[in-house]
C-alpha cells in the first residue's frame, strides 16, 4: 500500500461523472456541477475533494475542509481542524487498504480531524484511532461525530449546566 497515490481531485466534468459511482452521490457534487454549467470554475480550482486512481478509474474518494480555529467548538487547545466526509471505497476494492490510506493522508497534516461516520463503519473509524466526541445537544444536532486527536490535542470540554 506505500505506492497508493492520493490526489487532490480536479472539479470538471470527468471528476463528476467518475462520482456517480460512489453510494454518496449527493449536495456537494450537484453543486459543483451547478458551477460548473455556469463557467464559474474552471479546471484547476481549488477541490476539497481528494481520491484515488487504479489506472483511470477512481477508486476511492473524500472530502477534506479546514475549519478555522474560530468555529472550533472541540477541541482545546481551539484551532484549525480538518472535517473529512464522504470517505468511500468502490465495492470491488474494499478491504485492500485504500480507506486507511485516504485516513493516513488526512492525518499527515497533524491536525485533529472530525468526521461523521456511516452508519456500520465505526469499527473501522476506531481502528483508524478516532474516538467519540462527547454528545453536545446545541453543537451537534443530531450528529455523533468522531475525533481524532493528534499529540498535545484533546477534546473540549463540554460545560454542562449545574
Known sequence: MNNVKIERLLINYKTLEAFKQFKEYGNQELSMLEDLESNMV???????????????????????????????????????????????????YQHRGYGKAMVEFAKSYELPIKTNPRIKSHGFWEKMGFQKAHYEMERDLGENPLIWLPDGVKEKEIAHPS
Open 42 to 92: 474552471e479546471n484547476n480550482s481549488e477541490s476539497p475533494f481528494y481520491g484515488i486512481y487504479y489506472g483511470d478509474r477512481l477508486i476511492a474518494r473524500m472530502s477534506l475542509y479546514r475549519v478555522g480555529k474560530k468555529y472550533d467548538f472541540y477541541f482545546d487547545p481551539p484551532q484549525d481542524y480538518l472535517e473529512l466526509w464522504k470517505l468511500e471505497v468502490l465495492p470491488d
